[in-house]
């Protein structure tokens, strides 16, 4: 199988030659360690079996280290991946009279989609993400204020919610015509001890919108994953009644037994992850990595639907070494039949 072959197996529950090997995002640092002068997107396509990539937003610079992003969002960098938002175009209701998202047909909307799909499509499985619903939403106006109008102006909420759901929408029909292979939702619901919002909440404002997403691009045949970090035992089987291929990162550390996840799930939907990269792959020794790796392949990957990747990203605290031993024991323990 060539990866994209691999992928498609995986994540249509079918059994493919190995495990797959993708990952969201991986620090650029981490990759300079491993491979000189070689960029993210390449480093992928060299040792993973998907590229992915997300689309190109516009930003202005404004001092200190901080940006204005076309949504209006102040941010400032952080040494990480993404940037931290510090302050928010849509503070009230009153706001959204004057306010005007950004163009979805954009021209360099899909600049980076477009690069991937050129240098690799029908090789490696070419991954669009995107912040579907629920982090768009909240983006717009800062988490905590959008957690408390769900329940003082569920109103404003849900038009924060539409132009996310409308702007997303779009961006996805375009991807599907570039030829994506996969669209890949990154949408955190929850931290390491339950939801962000109470499971009622979730239902009545985010499911439907989440749900017509990801029906846009099951009808279209592309394949569909959702991020979500944290502890979501709690909508698991909302998430994948939308009809969903894959599941990410079951996060270790948030309770997200991967043991547990295979026997309820594993006939359902793809499992990806459970890598553990807060102390795992940042603190303990290759060994520990490899042995970790062969153990979530023992327990999750026995007849396929299993596609191994971080409890959340490569991030930059991540050791170099630890990453190259994730791949490298992946390639040895991931083989089928498999031997562990």
Known sequence: MNSLERVKSALTLEQPDRVPIVEWAIHPEVVRALETGMSVEAFMARYLDGVKVKQKMLEEDCGNGAVVDEWGVKKVYSGQMNAIPVDYPVKSPGDLKHYSPPDPLADHRLEYLKAIVNQYGGKKATIFSLNPIFTLAWSMTGMENFLISLRLEPEFADQLLKISFNFNRELIRRAINEDADIILFTDDFAYKTGLLMSLDDFKRFIYPYLFELVREVCDSGKLCIIHSDGKIW?????????????????????????????????????????IDCGDLLSNRSPEEVKLAVRETIRKAAPGGGYMMSSSNAIHASVKPENYKAMIEATEEYGKYPLAV
Do not use: S
């Not at 709690?234 to 037994?257: F, S």
């Not at 547990?260 to 459970?274: M, P």
């Open 234 to 274: 709690e909508i698991m089987d909302l998430l994948i009644d939308t009809g969903i291929h894959g599941i990410n990162p079951l996060e270790p550390l948030a309770g997200m037994d991967i043991e547990r996840a295979k026997r309820e799930y594993g006939r359902r939907v793809c499992l990806i992850g459970n």
